[in-house]
């Protein structure tokens, strides 16, 4: 009978603005630490962003358990890459005549909706299954081995 691992944290999720590389994340996620974890695009962060920037009057109480079993992944973007990001999907080709899409301003409201969640849901107990990362500054696989390295880590899986 082959030993078992124990997979504490088994719940990845992916928070951010759009365009930031959430989706892309959890499809190299699959590709370089298949099998482990749940990945997911748009977790508890991107709940508590959304509704801090829309005033709705959402409360999310999260339990330790819940930041236990899992990692948290907000991923930033630097303002020109996410604007050359835009263009290169034709977001903004395909929202230029909404009035209620102004793409500067929503960058700043966007993220500034991220870092408060991000700030709500940071918790110095778990601190280690917090991660910050620069989609500008990294490739998705160096950010997606980064992810591996500290699931690996937190789930104490040698290589």
Not at 44 to 58: G, N
Request: net charge negative; glycine share 4%.
């Amino acid at each position: 009978m082959s030993s078992v691992n124990n997979i504490q944290v088994f719940e990845v999720e992916f928070d951010g603005i759009d365009k930031c590389g959430k989706d892309t994340l959890v499809q190299t996620m699959f590709k370089v630490f298949p099998n482990y974890c749940a990945y997911q695009a748009r977790g508890l962060q991107s709940q508590i962003a959304y509704s801090h920037l829309y005033d709705r009057p959402w409360n999310y109480p999260v339990t330790d358990g819940y930041k236990e079993n899992a990692l948290f992944v907000y991923l930033d973007v630097e303002k020109e890459d996410w604007l050359q990001r835009l263009k290169d999907t034709n977001e903004i080709e395909n929202n230029k005549n909404r009035s209620d899409v102004d793409f500067v301003e929503d960058y700043e409201r966007h993220r500034g909706a991220f870092e408060y969640a991000w700030n709500v849901m940071a918790d110095t107990k778990y601190a280690n299954h917090f991660m910050k990362i620069n989609t500008s500054k990294y490739s998705p696989v160096e950010i997606a081995e980064m992810v591996a390295a500290r699931l690996k880590e937190l789930n104490s899986i040698g290589d």
